[in-house]
């Protein structure tokens, strides 16, 4: 197959370009970098240093016998994506090409702005893409679980069907999302939805939870093929944040009470719903939309996780409750359903011990280089 | 009260400036005269030419006791609209500084991504500057009654309860929109409501049904002031369009069978209801969502009442089915709600044979402006 993964160079998307070409597809990677300039300009560097794209393209093909064709350009930038999709002629896109911080998007009117008009006109962009030169082509699109917001009902698949006053109909799962970026994520849903039933697209529309973890196949014994990996209050998500306290050995900071529930994934689950997902397009005209996660913890519980690993090694991991920063539910029912990729063959890594272990140890042997002043949140949300 | 109308050289911002002006509030109207730029590109110049809006602003006042206060400059540029907010302080600010236009929205990429990043920025900027400038005002923005669709159930005035397996929450109304320009509209619902969950600003959203008509209170004697009247493919409601082609003794062209059913009112209910949204401000944090429409028809019964009032008139108006260039249902279950504006106290004026009389004998009267040719659709949506 003939992969082209936009937001190449993140903390998804390299190790998902690794994942695709050693499993023998043609994949190019595109990246304009959004990320890494927004951490430096934000003291929001990642634990250690990656590789630009381009070299660590480089540094995969010398060691393994394949390659990522590495591309940099935005892809809000409609002729540079145009022309990358009439170039390689994909079979599948996966699009990851977004602002992925909530708290980014929450930090000031640019900030917001910035993340409104990248991520929707990248998805703009991208779908007009398929339908100008790649009719055929199966779009795989990053969506969140938090574009569902924690509503009082189980959150199903994507779709709901309502029943009102003796009538029914099929619907989107009402979305009601607790931040601007995850808004934009239910912008990029909706226009997605529209041009499918417009043009006939194929779309697949992940709806991911938070994703914690470090080392995939490719990486695991060549630390410079590691994806980014942030501790920050930014782009950190909290379970990694919470490794590199417990490395630190600073206490585990817990935004309010911590009952806050979400569906959470290691990232070699995200690399197995992505290749499921590509080995199976839907048809055309058909948005098919999976939740992707494989287990559910409060935010206590993950914390209370770190600190029995930490204590397997040895290690005193507290836990210190904050103010929470976030405009958020911390008491809320919380059922999501994900039969889908269950369906499809994921075979889910759940959090252990070990994996937990894994990690500490990791960020420990890098401990001189975490800066525990960039976890703390550095804003409220209103 | 002190109303800062954006977009107030539209078919509704215009008639709106000078009515609240009459009533005695102080009015600023402001427009960067996209929609003026737009037809003229497109050779979809209206009826009659108008005034632009500062000269139409001097008849006005030469003409009465009252003052528009126009302003020219983008809603989409931040720093211009806040300025304007800070100095104008308003109590309310009427957004209708939108690509109104469905059909532009689906015409090229070009319209397309104009008529999402204009639409959507504006009403980010305007949330912003209520936000930052002046966060006790009152945002009535405009939407339509096209964010829904046309679901199997009946529509609620924006919210539904929904039962699912036994739990029960409150949404946002499940939209489908049917065009670009459709969808802009639910992303601006759905992010005012997001912003007015974060930071508690008040705020009415309209969902306005299809316009029709052209003489109000402050016009039917000063032809100048009239509100520009489109009868193309693109800016043109279709009862509109169906009067100037009685009033040019061709065809009324009807998309496929006609029996698209959507809810109507005159142009002077709009004024009526931006009146009531006005003096019943809701409260902070609050998003009241209101369906605007007085009565609902089929588009040949339009056509029918059209040629009965041409008829009556002395003139034969027919009927002529062409290929549907949109994509809709064409056979749907229409029951939508709309007690909201009847609880504030809307007096409904109806689709009255008088009514489309003065329509028609006003176009017969310009007879010699029409250019048939607009009115037929240019392209088909998919």
């Known amino acids: 197959m003939r992969i082209l993964i936009l937001g190449g160079d993140g903390y998804l998307g390299w190790p998902a370009a690794m994942h695709f070409a050693a499993a023998g597809h043609t ?14 300009e934000n003291n929001a560097q990642p634990l250690f240093a990656t590789p630009e794209l381009e070299q660590r393209a480089r540094i995969f093909q010398a060691g393994s016998d394949h390659r990522v064709e590495a591309v940099i350009g935005d892809c809000a930038d409609y002729g540079f994506l145009a022309g990358a999709v009439r170039s390689f002629s994909p079979d599948a896109i996966i699009h990851l090409a977004e602002q992925p911080s909530a708290p980014y998007s929450m930090m000031d009117f640019e900030a917001a702005r910035y993340t409104l008009n990248n991520n929707l006109n990248t998805t703009f962009n991208v779908l007009w893409t398929i339908h100008e030169h790649a009719p055929q082509c199966h779009l795989i699109k990053l969506g969140t679980m938090g574009e569902y917001g924690t509503p009082d009902i ?17 619907f989107l799962f009402p ?31 992940l709806m991911q939870g938070p994703v914690y973890g470090l080392f995939t196949e490719q990486s695991k014994q060549r630390p ?16 990694n944040r919470f490794v590199v306290q417990a490395a630190a050995g600073v206490p585990m900071t817990v935004y309010g009470k911590g009952s806050q529930v979400r569906g959470y994934l290691n990232l070699v689950d995200t690399l197995q719903c ?23 913890f409060s935010v206590v519980e993950l914390a209370e996780r770190v600190k029995a690993a930490a204590a397997g090694l040895g290690m005193a991991a507290d836990i210190k409750h904050i103010a929470n920063p976030r405009k958020e539910r911390e008491e809320h029912y919380y059922n999501p359903r ?36 960039r976890i703390h949140p550095r804003f409220a949300w209103s």
């Not at 994949?27 to 430096?40: G, T």
């Not at 994520?185 to 043009?199: A, C, E, G, M, N």
């Not at 410079?224 to 379970?239: K, M, Q, R």
């Open 27 to 40: 994949v190019q990677a595109v990246d304009n970098y959004a990320r890494r300039r927004i951490a430096e």
């Open 154 to 170: 189980d959150i199903e698949e994507g779709w709901i069907d309502i029943s009102h006053k003796g009538r029914s109909d099929r």
């Open 175 to 205: 979305r009601q999302p607790g931040s601007l970026y995850h808004t934009s994520k239910v912008f990029d849903t909706d226009l997605i939805w529209f041009y499918v039933r417009t043009w006939g697209i194929r779309c697949s529309d």
């Open 224 to 239: 410079e093929l590691l994806p980014n990996f942030h501790y920050d209050d930014l782009f950190g998500t909290v379970l």
């Open 274 to 296: 992505l290749t499921l997902a590509a080995g199976n397009p839907p048809g055309e005209g058909e948005l098919r939309i999976l939740n992707q996660f494989t287990e559910t």
């Open 338 to 373: 994900s039969d889908g990729f269950k369906a499809l063959g994921l075979k889910p890594h759940l959090l252990t011990a070990d994996v937990l272990a894994e990690m500490i140890d990791y960020a420990v042997s890098l401990s001189d280089n975490i800066d525990v002043s």
